[in-house]
T-cell receptor, first 111, second 120 residues
Framework: DAKTTQPPSMDCAEGRAANLPCNHS???????VYWYRQIHSQGPQYIIH???NNETNEMASLIITEDRKSSTLILPHATLRDTAVYYC????????????FGGGTRLMVKP | GAVVSQHPSRVICKSGTSVKIECRSL??????MFWYRQFPKQSLMLMAT?????????EQGVEKDKFLINHASLTLSTLTVTSAHPEDSSFYIC????????????????FGPGTRLTVL
């Protein structure tokens, strides 16, 4: 599976949009981009995933560039409870593929 | 939907004893389950992948005789840490991947809340 690069940390003001970038320049055609987050001492929580089209759900939006080499996770109105480590993971959707976690981005939402 | 539970949430045991951790997918069937381990201030590390009814596949460096995995049904996998030692103290997290059909997005992995193991 392709590797990803994320900034180690980011700050965001409460109520503002949080834009978390991810580079995945070696992504291949059948690999999806997944986003998870992990709040301290809890298991990772699934947020969203996409292949090439932009996606939106009740938690976030995922913007994938046309060349698929990078993506941005957008939390439209960050709250203090969004403080967590956010992981961007690229994974094929074959049965044998699993999620491999990198360092992620530690997002701190501040009042 | 897409709830994965783990039991116990935390356990403290003496060195040399064995500890069993259960992972259940509550509202979907999971052909494949995964076990991860996380040390403080580090990312999750995959330990093994298990498919229902077959032997688990372990990642390099993970001792299969020490970390016994059983995936007896489509909703239950267990991890047994045998002869636990203090260096096995960690946060163990299971994950289940939804099988085909209705319900959560197929092929998406959903994670349990984790089990914190402390070996004295």
């Amino acid at each position: 599976d392709a590797k990803t690069t994320q900034p180690p940390s980011m700050d965001c003001a409460e109520g503002r949009a949080a834009n978390l970038p991810c580079n995945h320049s070696t992504i291949s055609g059948n690999e999806y981009v997944y986003w998870y987050r992990q709040i301290h001492s809890q298991g990772p929580q699934y947020i969203i995933h996409g292949l090439k089209n932009n996606e939106t759900n009740e938690m976030a939006s995922l913007i994938i560039t046309e060349d698929r080499k990078s993506s941005t996770l957008i939390l439209p109105h960050a709250t203090l409870r969004d403080t967590a480590v956010y992981y961007c993971i690229v994974r094929g959707n074959n049965a044998g593929n699993m999620l491999t976690f990198g360092g992620g981005t530690r997002l701190m939402v501040k009042p | 939907g897409a709830v994965v539970s783990q039991h116990p949430s935390r356990v403290i045991c003496k060195s040399g004893t064995s500890v069993k951790i259960e992972c259940r997918s509550l509202d979907f069937q999971a052909t494949t389950m995964f076990w991860y381990r996380q040390f403080p201030k580090q990312s999750l590390m995959l330990m093994a992948t298990s498919n229902e009814g077959s032997k688990a596949t372990y990642e390099q460096g993970v001792e299969k005789d020490k970390f016994l995995i059983n995936h007896a049904s489509l909703t239950l996998s267990t991890l047994t840490v045998t002869s636990a030692h203090p260096e096995d103290s960690s946060f163990y997290i299971c994950s289940a991947r939804a099988s085909g059909g209705r319900g959560p997005s197929t092929d998406t992995q959903y994670f349990g809340p984790g089990t914190r193991l402390t070996v004295l």
